[in-house]
């Protein structure tokens, strides 16, 4: 059974009738006449097939399923208002100050900023790229307006909005040996960093031994670093590629906590732009889920 295309100036007039408690107090708010507002509220109740009003000529009372429409119809004119607010009154900032962890960049990024500049042509972007810790410290600074960043759980920012929740793994070359007696080889980021910080908790809550095997400063130099075979690192799963392969965990290699994509820095201007990135960005981690790493 399809559902009944409902008239929003019905949902209206049922609303100002049952905040006034009158049929002629509704007609003086809405500007007609008592009879085409009555008039209005009967069609709602014929549409929906349910009585809403209890009527009497001294009292008017919502019935239980007026109760439910009535809430009902709230949400839904709160939700209209913010879309015609969205689409005839666009933010209108010219420059976006945005910074975006540099572990986002390897191919999500080109084509998040594809489609935020096919949807927000008029608007300028201020891209600063680095670590988490950095974007947020310059948020905090009032030097960045949004920021797009990884975060362990453990760690939560307050005031962020988590879009997407994901492993992390262990992971190495594909071609990499290990002894499993000698301290754990690590290839990492110079801190901050959330992940050298989790490997280095991790490992030493299992009284595993470690040596930073290679230390970089970039994370394309972590790529480089475990593709050329110097040691082990920790990802987020969507970022393993062809080449490496994911480590299980083992007694040697402890379970690994979630990690967190967080937007901090939204408001109520920049909401409708939050929204359009996070879209994307969750396309685009959803679409960059390794399909041919391997698992030792």
């Not at 709602?44 to 809403?52: N, P, V």
């Not at 470690?210 to 400063?217: R, S, Y």
């Not at 972590?222 to 299980?248: F, N």
Request: aromatic share 4%.
């Amino acid at each position: 059974m399809n559902a009944p295309d409902i008239d929003l100036d019905l949902l209206k007039a049922f609303l100002v009738v049952a905040d006034q408690g009158s049929f002629t107090a509704a007609a003086d708010v809405i500007g007609r006449t008592q009879s085409a507002v009555s008039q209005k509220v009967l069609r709602l109740e014929d549409a929906l097939q349910m009585r809403l009003l209890e009527r009497s000529s001294r009292s008017l009372h919502l019935t239980r399923d007026g109760e439910r429409v009535l809430a009902a119809s709230r949400r839904l004119l709160d939700h209209y208002q913010a879309f015609m607010q969205e689409v005839t009154h666009p933010p209108k900032a010219s420059v976006l100050r945005l910074g975006i962890s540099e572990n986002l960049l390897q191919t999500q990024l080109p084509q998040l900023l594809a489609g935020f500049r096919r949807l927000y042509p008029d608007t300028a972007l201020d891209l600063t790229t680095g670590s988490s810790q950095e974007l947020l410290a310059a948020h905090d600074a009032k030097q960045l307006d949004l920021v797009i960043a990884r975060t362990s759980k453990s760690g939560a920012v307050r005031r962020a909005r988590v879009i997407w929740r994901e492993p992390l793994v262990w992971t190495t070359h594909a071609g990499f040996r290990m002894d499993p007696n000698a301290p754990a080889p690590l290839v990492m980021m110079k801190p901050p960093c959330v992940y050298r910080e989790t490997m280095i908790d991790v490992l030493e809550s299992a009284g595993r031994e470690w040596t930073a095997a290679c230390t970089v400063g970039s994370f394309s130099g972590v790529r480089a670093a475990v593709l050329g075979g110097l040691g082990v690192t920790v990802l987020s799963k969507s970022l393993v590629q062809d080449g490496m392969k994911i480590i299980a965990p083992s007694r040697h290699w402890p379970a690994l906590p979630t990690v967190e994509v967080s937007v901090l820095g939204e408001t109520p201007q920049t909401q409708p732009i939050v929204e359009t990135l996070s879209s994307l960005l969750i396309e685009a981690l959803t679409e960059r889920a390794p399909k041919r790493t391997r698992t030792s």
